[in-house]
């Protein structure tokens, strides 16, 4: 599957929000300049980030409640922010497949392992994502 995966440059003006999450952070559907439908990422004090479909967006945003936040500007074109290097092979895993023309054969051609390792590392980042949120909620974070 092919991703975009880039820096908001521009919509056409239509757009609406897909996917709300707690602490302002959302994933807004909005028609492209070339009227492509895309899938931008939202969060205070973070860049936009724009993504072809909206499951590597989803993802995206459970890599980013899975590390507490990360900013990627200034890791440069190819780097990975610190914070998810540091938080392990797993969330490593999920955010590498969130970035344009990798999938889950390269991933797992990269690691060594089966496609369905990757699959299992990506299941657990939304499930710890998911559990993070909710216990936000809980306390109240919305």
Do not use: C
Request: no cysteine.
């Amino acid at each position: 599957m092919s991703r975009s995966h880039h820096q908001t440059d521009g919509t056409d003006g239509t757009e609406s929000t897909y996917r709300t999450y707690i602490l302002d952070v959302r994933i807004v559907e909005a028609s492209g300049s070339d009227g492509e439908t895309v899938y931008r990422f939202e969060a205070p004090h973070h860049r936009g980030i724009e993504f072809e479909d909206p499951d590597s967006a989803s993802l995206y945003a459970d890599v980013y409640f899975d590390v507490n936040g990360f900013q990627e500007d200034g890791t440069g074109h190819r780097g990975v922010p610190p914070e998810i290097i540091q938080a392990g092979r797993d969330t490593l895993v999920a955010y590498f497949m969130t970035q344009p023309d990798i999938d889950e054969n390269w991933v797992a051609s990269y690691y060594g392992e089966k496609p369905e390792k990757v699959t299992r590392y990506v299941t657990r980042v939304r499930k710890r994502a998911r559990r993070i949120r909710e216990g936000a909620r809980e306390r109240g974070h919305e």
